[in-house]
């Protein structure tokens, strides 16, 4: 169970007992603070009944203690226990005993102030030392500082068994609480002051037909504020961490593409992230002149790993023309244009291997999810320049249709079962032909004015080919889409991109089939995503394993798998707001609905959505029929 509200992290097994077993404490900006925290009433630990997460930073542990001796069988006393990412704990003793009781409580503290990646890799250091300190205890060690303080103070400590101690009165029906405050250094008083007190979301809602909406986007709006971070020099801009517990540092293409698909809940966000990269962008003549930076990533067995900087490249100006179609204020996008313009000059210098981008580098492979990326960012951007005078959008466009007709030609793999797409070509040219969800960035194709989609890299024939591999047994898993068909040598339901379900990815075909008329395949990576969130307790990770979905099974969990992550968060945002179609085009003072055919989830409506600043309210009927129920009076609405 993990707890959120970046820099703070607070993990916990289901029994509420902090025993320093594996991962479990709390952390803050990625040093454990605290390992241990048990406790024991009338010395014995209580019996934990239920564990369950409040919201996305609080989890609520519930145990029960048999106090009276003449009670029989039946627990007298519960003990309740709310942690808080942000370093607090508070611990309630109830009694229901029909005499009043003298409770003895203690809790046992410990830590050894270990850095989260070297107790993820099973090294956790010694436990430290306590000292007695402020009403609580301290512990140091050359890397930094802990404090635990608790209000009431205990009426003992002993330093050297790292213990608090307290003895209460509770009279019959009484309760009795304790607050320990976490902080680090020594300074503050365990309370994030940071991100949680921005807002950068519309206070979204969904109600409708199928229960389990509603509660969805409610914890992907919560795990999303829970990812909030921003750079102390600039408080004012935040942006998404991609996942807690093992990456909540810089991860641009994340952040960008999990903003992107959050724009139905404001552009706040958007404008954060956008202005957060454009200061790391490289700005220094030469071949990386305007290209973002970002690490390496894993790509499978068949490819090397892939930059994802190139991809936040490519992101940048995209997120910036439809954050200004969703009604990102002129001067914004006026003051981000000139970064979008020069990841624009970085696309058309790359492409030296005929009209393609090469990833990682010149001598890279060209994948195909880099070209479809390339090819929207070329249109979109096209598009944004045009908007505001600027010259190269003529040319974008040229070569956006060279790409187009060389792609479909170099990229399409013939086959007895009607073709397919290649993941990507090798340098000498070589095709690598297996198939798996990352094809869904082809159906991707980017908003354009009065609510057009920018057309696509593949034709008519080539996505019909497309839709029905992704409803076919061996790529839709019953609970999304795959990484790697079945029927591959290389097959793996954990391999990350050799068979697991990506939740981003699936959320994306579910929009890109949507939008090009194949309802039946995205209804049905719809219903298996939804199936999923529901045995993920509506809280998405970003993958888990693609077996088969056999009627009373559960999706498998990935142990690799952030859970909250930015991008599955945002897409279950996307894959809600995909139901309805909205189609904003706030420079023109245009709105458009363009639901899903069929109503696969019945009626449905959404609030507090944002467009251009103000309320935006939809709703569409079983029918499929959809209908405007608030707007900005300076909107003209359509269907």
């Known amino acids: 169970m993990i707890c959120v509200a970046l820099p703070g992290l607070a993990i916990s097994s289901d029994q509420g007992q902090l025993t320093a077993q594996g991962l479990e404490g709390f952390y803050r900006g990625g040093r454990r603070l605290l390992s241990r925290c048990q406790i024991r009433v009338f010395g014995r630990e209580p019996v934990a009944v239920q564990a369950r997460m409040v919201s996305a930073d609080r989890a609520r542990f519930v145990a029960v203690v048999r106090a009276s001796p003449d009670a029989g069988p039946d627990p007298d006393i519960v003990v309740q226990r709310i942690r808080h990412a942000d370093g607090t704990e508070r611990i309630t003793l109830q009694s229901s005993a029909l005499r009043p009781l003298r409770v003895p409580l203690e809790v046992s503290l410990g830590t050894d102030l270990a850095e989260l990646g070297a107790v993820a890799a099973g090294q956790p250091g010694r436990e430290l030392p306590a000292m007695v300190h402020d009403a609580g205890l301290r512990w140091s060690s050359p890397t930094g500082h802990a404090v635990v303080t608790a209000a009431p103070a205990p009426t003992d400590a002993l330093a050297s068994a790292g213990l608090l101690r307290w003895e209460f009165e509770l009279p019959p029906g009484g309760a009795r609480t304790v607050e320990l405050r976490i902080r680090a250094d020594g300074a503050g008083s365990g309370r994030s002051a940071g991100h949680n007190t921005v807002r950068p979301f519309a206070g979204a809602q969904a109600h409708g037909d199928d229960p389990r909406v509603e509660p969805l986007l409610r914890t992907c709006v919560d795990d999303l504020q829970a990812l909030l971070v921003r750079d102390p020099a600039h408080p004012s801009d935040v942006h998404l961490a991609a996942g807690a517990p093992w990456r909540c540092g810089p991860a641009p293409a994340e952040s960008l593409a999990a903003a992107r698909m959050a724009l139905p809940l404001g552009t706040r966000l958007a404008a954060g992230t956008l202005r957060a990269l454009a200061r790391t962008q490289l700005t220094r003549p030469g071949v990386e002149f305007g290209r973002l930076p970002g690490p390496l990533r894993h790509a499978g067995p068949r490819i090397p790993p892939s930059c994802t900087g190139v991809e936040a490249t490519l992101l940048f100006p995209v997120l910036l023309a439809e954050a200004r179609r969703w009604g990102l204020a002129e001067q914004e996008t006026a003051e981000l244009l000139p970064a979008a313009e020069r990841c624009l000059q970085w696309l058309r210098s790359s492409a030296r291997e005929g009209p393609y981008v090469p990833d990682p580098g010149p001598g890279g492979p060209l994948r195909c999810e880099t070209q479809a990326h390339a090819h929207r960012a070329a249109l979109v951007g096209a598009d944004l320049l045009d908007a505001y005078g600027r010259p190269g959008a003529g040319e974008l466009r040229q070569w956006a249709e060279e790409l187009r007709r060389r792609f479909r030609e170099d990229f399409w793999v013939d086959d007895r079962g009607g073709g397919r797409p290649a993941a990507a070509r090798t340098a000498s040219g070589r095709p690598v032909p297996h198939l798996g969800s990352g094809a869904a960035h082809l159906l991707d194709t980017g908003l354009l004015g009065a609510g057009a ?187």
């Open 453 to 639: 989609y920018a057309p696509g890299l593949l034709d008519k024939v080539q996505t019909e080919q497309l839709a029905r591999l992704f409803g076919s047994p061996g790529l839709d898993s019953g609970w999304g889409l795959r990484t790697l068909d079945v029927k591959e040598p290389l097959y793996n339901p954990f391999g990350h991109r050799t068979g697991a379900v990506r939740v981003h990815e699936t959320a994306v075909a579910v929009a890109g089939l949507s939008a090009a008329g194949y309802e039946k395949e995205a209804a049905s990576l719809l219903r298996g995503t939804l199936a999923a969130a529901e045995a993920f307790a509506l809280r998405l990770p970003e993958m888990y394993a693609g077996e088969q979905r056999v009627e009373g099974g559960a999706p498998l969990a990935h142990p690799a798998a952030c859970r909250p992550a930015a991008v599955a968060a945002a897409a279950g945002v996307h894959l809600v707001a995909t139901l309805v179609g909205v189609r904003p085009d706030v420079p023109a003072g245009t709105v458009a609905l363009s639901p899903v055919r069929g109503a696969p989830l019945g009626e449905l409506g959404l609030t507090g959505l944002s467009v251009g600043g103000h309320a935006f309210s939809a709703r569409v009927s079983r029918l499929g029929l959809g209908m405007v129920e608030e707007a900005a009076d300076s909107l003209q609405l359509g269907v």
